[in-house]
C-alpha cells in the first residue's frame, strides 16, 4: 500500500503569521516614533491618528470615554489605538503570509493615514508627513521580510515522494528528500528576526519619547520665567474658607491635581518668543499683541472655579485657582468690535476652537487671559504659556489653552469644535453641590460624625447647601466663607450616625433664591443636573 506524503510548512500556522504582522507594526510604529521625537515632535504617527479619531468620534463616544475614564481619558485612548493597530498588524501578517501583497496594502493604508491626519492638522510643520511614512514603510519592509522567513523552500520535484508504509528503505529517503530541499521554513531563524524587529521597535519608542522629552525647551522656559507682580492682586483667602476635614476637596485646588480635560493628545509645546495673539474679524482696528507686550500690562489675579461640561453630578471634573493675567475686555477695547458681533471664536495652536459670547468678555467679571496659576507660571498641560479664564463658564466655551486667536464673529456665522458635535454654544455652568465626606460606600462608625462637601455656580454664587438622610427633612448645612461668588465654597454638617445603611442627599440654593433641580439630566448638551445621593453603611 503506497501513500503519499504532504510536506509540511506549505502554509504556515496562523500564530506565526499573526506574530510576523505584530512585530512589523511594531518596529514600523517605534521607528516613526523616533522620527518624530527627533524631527516633529507634534507629528507622532499615534498622536495624529489618535487626533483624528477624536475628531471623527461621535459625541457619545467622547461622553462615554471621559464617563469610564474621567482624566485618563487620553491614556485610555492610546491604549485603544494600540489594540486595534495590534489587530490590523495580526491580519496584515495574515494577509500577506496567504494572498501577497494584501498584507502590504493593508500597512501601507496604516501608513497613508498617518501621513493625511500629520498634514491636516491645525500645527502641521513641513514635515509632519515624515514619521507617519517612515513608520509604514519601515512596517512594510519588516513584513515583506517576516514572512519571507515563512515561505518554505521550493521542492526539489515536482512530484510528491511516494513511500510505502512497509518499506523502511522508503522512509529513509523520504526524509532524505526532506533534509536535501523540501524543508519546513526556518521557524528559529524567523523568531530570532521577529523577536529582533520587536524589541527594536519598543526600544525605539522609548526613544524617541526620551528624545522628545529632552528636545522640549519650552519646559526649561517655563521654569526659567519669574512671573511679574500683579498690579492687582487677589484679596487674601479668608481663613475660615477652608474647613480642614479630611477628605474634603481643598478650597485652593494644587496645580498637579487640578483636572484636564482637552483634545490635545500631545501637549503643544509653544515658546513665549515665538508666541503671540491676534484679535480680529468684525473689529475696527485689528491688534497683535506679543508675550512680552503682555507681561509688561497691569496683571490682575482673581480666583476662579473651573468646571467640565462632562462633569457627573458629584465628579470631580472641576478646580479652583488663583490666576494671574490680563483682562480680556481691555483688549478687546482696543480692537473696538462692530455693534453686531456677539462672539469671540478663540482658537487654539492646535486648531481647537471655543465660543464665548461677546458681551461675557467685555462686562465686569474677570475673565483673562491667564499667565500664571497658583502663583506659578502656567503648568503646560494647563496651557502655558497663555489660556482663557472665564468665571461662569463650562470650560468648552470659554476656558482656551495654548491661544492664539480670538475672532470677532457671531453665533450665526462660526461654529465651535464642540457646538459642530451636538453640544450648546454659551455654556453656563449650572447649580451644583457634591459631598465629599463620607465617601461613597465608604463604612462610618455609628456616633458623632460629619457630612461635608462643595457647592458651586460661579459669577452667580451659592447661599446655602442642604443635606437630606434616608429621605427625611432637608437640613442647613454650615457653609464655610466663600473666597467670591466666581469660586466654590465648602460646606458641612455634623451627623449622629446610627447603625445600619443610609442614603444621603444634597442640594445648593444660589444667591438669586434659586434651588438646584433634582430633574436629573447628562452632562451632553449643555451639563449634568441632578442632586447627588450615596449611599454608607454606619457599622
Not at 421 to 434: C, N, V
Not at 519 to 536: F, R, V
Amino acid at each position: 500500500m503506497n501513500v503519499a506524503i504532504e510536506q509540511a510548512g506549505d502554509r504556515p500556522a496562523y500564530p506565526l503569521t499573526w506574530a510576523a504582522g505584530v512585530a512589523s507594526i511594531t518596529v514600523g510604529a517605534g521607528l516613526g516614533e523616533l522620527t518624530a521625537g527627533v524631527i516633529a515632535p507634534e507629528s507622532s504617527p499615534f498622536a495624529v491618528v489618535g487626533d483624528a479619531l477624536v475628531d471623527a468620534a461621535p459625541v457619545w463616544a467622547k461622553d462615554a470615554a471621559i464617563a469610564l475614564f474621567g482624566t485618563a481619558d487620553k491614556i485610555a485612548l492610546f491604549v485603544g489605538i494600540a489594540i486595534v493597530a495590534l489587530a490590523l498588524a495580526a491580519l496584515a501578517g495574515w494577509l500577506q503570509s496567504r494572498t501577497p501583497p494584501w498584507g502590504l496594502v493593508v500597512v501601507g493604508a496604516f501608513g497613508a493615514t498617518g501621513v493625511v491626519a500629520a498634514m491636516t492638522r491645525a500645527d502641521a510643520g513641513p514635515v509632519a508627513w515624515l514619521p507617519s511614512l517612515v513608520a509604514g514603510v519601515a512596517a512594510a519592509i519588516a513584513l515583506h521580510l517576516l514572512t519571507g522567513l515563512l515561505t518554505p523552500p521550493p521542492r526539489a520535484s515536482s512530484a510528491p515522494p511516494v513511500v510505502s508504509q512497509r518499506s523502511p528503505a522508503g522512509a529513509s529517503a523520504a526524509a532524505k528528500a526532506t533534509a536535501t530541499g523540501d524543508q519546513h521554513p526556518d521557524r528559529r531563524t524567523f523568531f530570532i528576526w521577529a523577536g529582533v524587529a520587536t524589541a527594536g521597535g519598543v526600544i525605539a519608542t522609548i526613544a524617541g519619547s526620551a528624545v522628545r522629552a529632552g528636545s522640549r525647551t519650552v519646559t526649561a522656559a517655563r521654569q526659567a520665567i519669574g512671573l511679574p507682580a500683579a498690579s492687582v492682586p487677589a484679596a487674601a483667602v479668608p481663613a475660615s474658607a477652608e474647613l480642614g476635614i479630611s477628605g474634603l476637596a481643598p478650597v485652593i485646588t494644587p496645580n498637579a491635581e487640578f483636572y484636564r480635560i482637552d483634545t490635545a493628545l500631545i501637549v503643544p509645546q509653544v515658546d513665549t518668543s515665538d508666541w503671540s495673539l491676534r484679535i480680529y474679524g468684525m473689529v475696527k482696528q485689528e491688534v497683535t499683541i506679543t508675550w512680552d507686550e503682555l507681561v509688561a500690562l497691569p496683571l490682575e489675579e482673581s480666583y476662579t472655579t473651573l468646571s467640565c461640561v462632562s462633569n457627573s453630578v458629584g465628579g470631580d471634573l472641576i478646580g479652583n485657582a488663583k490666576w494671574l493675567g490680563y483682562p480680556i475686555r481691555e483688549l478687546l477695547a482696543r480692537a473696538e468690535p462692530t455693534a453686531d458681533a456677539d462672539m469671540v471664536l478663540s482658537q487654539s495652536i492646535d486648531g481647537f476652537t471655543a465660543s464665548t459670547p461677546l458681551s461675557v468678555l467685555t462686562d465686569d467679571r474677570d475673565s483673562i487671559l491667564a499667565i500664571g496659576m497658583n502663583d506659578e507660571p502656567l503648568p503646560i498641560e494647563h496651557g502655558f504659556p497663555v489660556r482663557m479664564v472665564v468665571p461662569g463658564l463650562y470650560g468648552y466655551v470659554s476656558a482656551t489653552k495654548w491661544v492664539t486667536e480670538l475672532k470677532v464673529t457671531t453665533f450665526e456665522q462660526d461654529k465651535a469644535y464642540w457646538s459642530t458635535r451636538g453640544w450648546t454654544e454659551r455654556g453656563p455652568i449650572k447649580l451644583q453641590s457634591r459631598i465629599d465626606v463620607p465617601s461613597r460606600n465608604q463604612s462610618v462608625v455609628a456616633g458623632e460624625t460629619v457630612i461635608a462637601g462643595v457647592a458651586w455656580q460661579p459669577h452667580v454664587g451659592v447661599s446655602k447647601v442642604e443635606v437630606q438622610i434616608d429621605g427625611g427633612e432637608w437640613l442647613e448645612a454650615t457653609l464655610a466663607t466663600a473666597i467670591s461668588d466666581d469660586t466654590w465654597v465648602q460646606w458641612s454638617m455634623p451627623w449622629t450616625a446610627t447603625s445600619g445603611s443610609h442614603t444621603i442627599s444634597c442640594r445648593a440654593t444660589n444667591v438669586n433664591g434659586e434651588t438646584q433641580t433634582d430633574a436629573i439630566a447628562p452632562p451632553a448638551p449643555d451639563g449634568a443636573t441632578g442632586w447627588q445621593q450615596i449611599s454608607i453603611n454606619v457599622a
